[in-house]
């Protein structure tokens, strides 16, 4: 697989030459946005041919995602976790709160994506 250009620069971000190399970037962005739609039409066609999932099923689910982040604007940003012990933001990744340690963080599947 192909590293972005900006993975592939500086500190500054600029390639050997001392540009930015946003064309590689965005190469390497469109391709990877085609093989996410190859991937979900490919999904898309088991879930119907395999399960009987109808597209008004499936556009139901779409539309309840898009609206967990409280926007529904066509997107699934990432929504805060607060650590269910003390309150305090947490990274959606980290194993436990950085602040209290707890190890519970209950953060729902969707959110892990």
Same mark, same amino acid.
């Given at each position: ?13 600029? #390639?050997?030459?001392?540009? +930015?190399?946003?064309? @590689? =970037?965005? %190469?390497? /962005? ?7 739609? /190859?991937?979900? #039409? ?6 119907? @041919? *395999?399960?009987?999932?109808?597209? #008004? %099923?499936?556009?139901? #689910?779409? =539309? ?18 607060? !650590? +269910?012990? !003390? ?5 959606? *990744?980290?194993? *436990? !709160?950085?602040? !209290?340690?707890? =190890? ?6 969707? @959110?892990?994506?």
């Amino acid at each position: 697989m192909n590293i972005p250009g900006r993975l592939r620069t500086d500190a500054d971000g600029h #390639a050997a030459g001392g540009a +930015p190399n946003h064309g @590689e =970037d965005i %190469e390497y /962005l469109k391709r990877r946005v085609e093989r996410l739609k /190859l991937y979900s #039409a490919a999904l898309t066609l088991i879930l119907m @041919e *395999k399960l009987g999932v109808t597209q #008004a %099923e499936i556009d139901k #689910a779409v =539309d309840m995602i898009d609206g967990m982040d409280g926007i529904k604007d066509g997107t699934m940003r990432r929504m805060v976790v607060n !650590c +269910p012990r !003390c309150g305090k933001v947490v990274n959606q *990744k980290a194993d *436990k !709160c950085m602040y !209290c340690g707890n =190890d519970a963080l209950e953060v729902p599947f969707l @959110e892990r994506i």
